[in-house]
DNA sequence: CGAGCCCTTGACCGAAGTCAATGGCTGTGG
DNA sequence: CCACAGCCATTGACTTCGGTCAAGGGCTCG
């Protein structure tokens, strides 16, 4: 299932795998000396097993630690008073999570896995100190946050300007980028998280989303069974991505 | 005008009114000790005076300063191929801009002033190095950032689940709030920015804008004239804008 | 004082939400 | 092993919010 955390081979002294993982997210394709490697190994404390529906951090907690997905898939959750819920986000493998925390040092969203999943802790104070001494590392960090930036943005463009069909062509073919930039497939996959959750993500009731996967397969351009998702024509899914196709007037 | 860029009445010494603006926004409420200050009052290099529609930063440009704004309004707005823009955000004075950019080093939107507007400028590179050498600089700059992300998240909410109406008392009630707080008044206030650019933020068209805004005004929520608008029951609005009224099923 | 914006208002229409019925799966207990 | 409950997903019929199209009014600026 996940050949996807294995580099580092040349490598030695690791004290555990989890440090390479954390070191390939936040250090690439920044360079890193073996001696600061070690420094940023120290920190990287310990990792967690958790099961579907286990919630990694929950909306309110204290921000501690930063964490990097390192297998499974997980959804960010926020919660309004009455108890509906809103799906901010999904996390697959190599992707940080904890950042909704570093505005208010609370976390504002509960983090729920969607499958088995795996992932590394980061004490934030410990990286904060590592970062300051190591620029590289710095830099990197603010990167990642601001891709992070970039990703919600891009979404604010969606939900602003795209109807249902576009919305749903951008989540697939983003689906099937990620996955296959995991060294997995991008044409044949299951998809981790239920229609609820796909609709509470894009802006949509489970029966659109539900109506719109029937008619993409309907024109062949993908197969669905349940779960599992084929991309049958990934050429015409990525122009429905990407087209500029505005609802509303442009 | 603007009497909002005025405190630090008791720092001397600082090379320009500018660095005041940004420690403001970068230190408080964070401690600076005046060696601190002054390292980085060296860095914030100058001001830019801007005008109405004047591009402050451009899609593409590379990034080299990250902005304080000081006075007036801004919008970042970004363009698909085709021309069509987006609103992403609008920004008041003693908000950052430029965070944009930090994903990919390239601005990815376009940072336009609505209003005649004034900016501190913050060489990225510079400010890196300082808040390496100045712990809770680098870490009111983390916190910063993440507020950002905060914002944009819960505007990925509203724009999954609001309707017209809860979306135009959420934006009229966080402009009032935003004013409050600069210190002035949320209860009667001049909009900077057109009905296509709140439509565009807010995904609506003009005309559901125009229409919303009538509906506010027959329901003596607020007076609106033209860019004018008078808070008449903010009590309310701020009901509005807070209620979990949802669209779609919760 | 006329052109060009920006905004407002009305009439109409369609995409997507709501409500409701039905059809698998999965797991549990008799 | 079957039956039944509880999800989750699909599909259809109907409704509605908000988008589209069109006309007109008011400001500003040249």
């Known amino acids: 299932m996940s050949d996807v955390v294995e580099p580092f081979k040349g490598l030695k002294g690791s004290r555990n795998d989890c440090a ?7 250090c690439l394709p920044a360079t890193i000396n ?47 008073t009455e108890g509906d819920s809103q799906v901010t986000g999904f996390h697959l493998p190599g992707e940080i999570l904890g950042l ?28 904060e ?3 300051a001494q190591v620029p590289s590392l710095q830099h990197q960090l603010l990167k990642i946050i601001g891709q992070t930036i970039n990703r ?19 989540f697939l073919h983003q689906l099937s980028e990620r996955y296959r930039q995991l060294g997995r ?9 239920s229609r609820e959750d796909i609709g509470s993500h894009l ?9 719109t996967l029937s008619k993409m397969q309907e024109d ?22 990407h087209e500029t196709a505005p609802r509303k007037s442009a």
Chains 1, 2 share one sequence.
């Open 203 to 211: 802006g949509l009731v489970i029966e659109t989303v539900s109506r």
């Open 100 to 127: 909704d925390a570093l505005g208010t040092s609370k976390h504002t969203c509960d983090s729920v896995a969607l499958t088995t999943a795996d992932v590394c802790e980061i004490p934030l104070g410990d990286l």
């Open 34 to 80: 073996p001696d600061d490697f070690e420094r940023l190994n120290t920190i990287v404390q310990k990792r967690r097993p958790l099961k579907r529906g286990d919630v990694l951090f929950a909306s309110g907690q204290k921000l501690e630690h930063l964490y990097v997905a390192r297998e499974g898939a997980f959804k960010s959750v926020v919660y309004n």
């Open 152 to 170: 919600d943005q891009k979404h604010i463009e969606i939900l602003s300007k795209k109807n249902a069909h576009e919305r749903m062509s951008i």
């Open 220 to 241: 062949g351009l993908i197969e669905v069974n349940g779960r599992e998702v084929i991309i049958r024509d990934l050429g015409r899914l990525h122009v429905l991505a």
């Open 20 to 26: 390479k993982c954390s070191i390939q997210v936040l």
């Open 129 to 131: 100190k590592v970062a």
């Open 185 to 193: 497939s991008g044409e044949r996959f299951m998809i981790p998280m």
